[in-house]
């Protein structure tokens, strides 16, 4: 068996786990805030986006990550990429549930911050990886996963999620 057949090991998950959403969720946010930020709770509808946002993302982060792992025989980084295409869970719904969940996050945390940086921050994120997957990431699936991948692109959106689950023809 090839080093590049291999399932990646507990460490690798962690590592990448860490370099990446870690990164994206707790290290640039607090790189953003210079000053001690308002923790503005005075009205009960903001509790209740930032902590359900947040959960919705952290929920959508691991079921993913799990997704990769069990069924993708990969890991979350480009440079450990899944071996098989995942069309399960909520692959089914949308293509980059993982990135939504970290999206969902970020969204989160501006609710408990109040934090125009954070606006910010959400707008680059989502950009830079829409043109990542557009310009990058879809075209090697393609490479990787031929017509298959193809198949599914084209009945799965993006991001905005299909409201009856995906289920590929055998």
Not at 12 to 21: K, M, V
Not at 81 to 93: D, E, M, R, S
Request: hydrophobic fraction near 45%.
């Amino acid at each position: 068996m090839t080093k590049q057949n291999q399932t990646p090991s507990n460490w690798a998950h962690l590592r990448d786990i860490f370099l990446l959403p870690f990164t994206v969720t707790i290290i640039l946010p607090a790189l953003f805030f210079h000053s001690p930020q308002i923790f503005i709770f005075n009205n009960w509808i903001l509790p209740i986006l930032c902590f359900g946002f947040i959960g919705l993302g952290l929920s959508l982060l691991f079921i993913t990550i799990s997704l990769f792992k069990r069924l993708g025989e990969g890991t979350l980084a480009p440079w450990q990429p899944t071996q098989k295409l995942i069309i399960a869970g909520p692959y089914k719904y949308c293509r980059n549930p993982m990135i939504t969940g970290v999206l969902f996050i970020l969204i989160g945390e501006f609710f408990l911050f109040l934090s125009y940086n954070h606006l910010i921050l959400i707008v680059c994120f989502f950009t830079a990886n829409t043109l990542y997957f557009i310009y990058s990431e879809e075209p090697r699936l393609v490479l990787r996963f031929g017509q298959e991948y193809t198949i599914y692109k084209q009945n799965v959106p993006r991001w905005i999620p299909r409201l009856k689950p995906y289920t590929p023809k055998s």
